[in-house]
């Protein structure tokens, strides 16, 4: 049997456990395997195929695993909870003046004050969320 097929039935072994287990590190030496494979279709002796093999793998743990795991967790911030209310839009339910009043907020009805004391919203007037303290979130 040709090394550069038994090469790439190293990377195909090495892919079973990436599929099994979700580890991206089973990939990247899969690839060495690849590249290993590729010497061995060039002709490289063994020594060749198994340095082929170690150099890529090596530079791929090396410096592309903390790039690929970098990119990962810069992912899309997701705003949960009351970070969520922040900055949406709710309708005035009841009067809300700077003593307090209510607001429907994501189809809930909230306790809700205004920011700034002088200012009052009538019901059904539209007003921005700026912070949640409590139950109680303050609008303007």
Do not use: C
């Amino acid at each position: 049997m040709d090394s550069w097929i038994v090469w790439l039935l190293i990377a195909g072994v090495l892919g079973i456990p990436l599929v099994l287990t979700a580890v991206p590190e089973f990939l990247l030496f899969a690839i060495g395997a690849l590249a290993a494979a590729g010497v061995a279709a060039l002709g490289g002796g063994v020594v060749l195929q198994t340095a082929g093999f170690l150099v890529v793998s090596v530079a791929m743990v090396a410096f592309v695993r903390p790039i690929a795991y970098r990119q990962l967790q810069k992912g899309p911030h997701v705003k949960m909870g009351i970070e969520a209310l922040q900055g949406a839009t709710a309708v005035v339910a009841e009067t809300v003046d700077g003593e307090g009043g209510r607001i429907k907020l994501n189809g809930e009805i909230w306790s809700a004050r205004a920011l700034h004391p002088d200012q009052v919203y009538e019901p059904g007037q539209q007003v921005d969320v700026v912070e949640i303290q409590g139950a109680t979130a303050l609008v303007v």
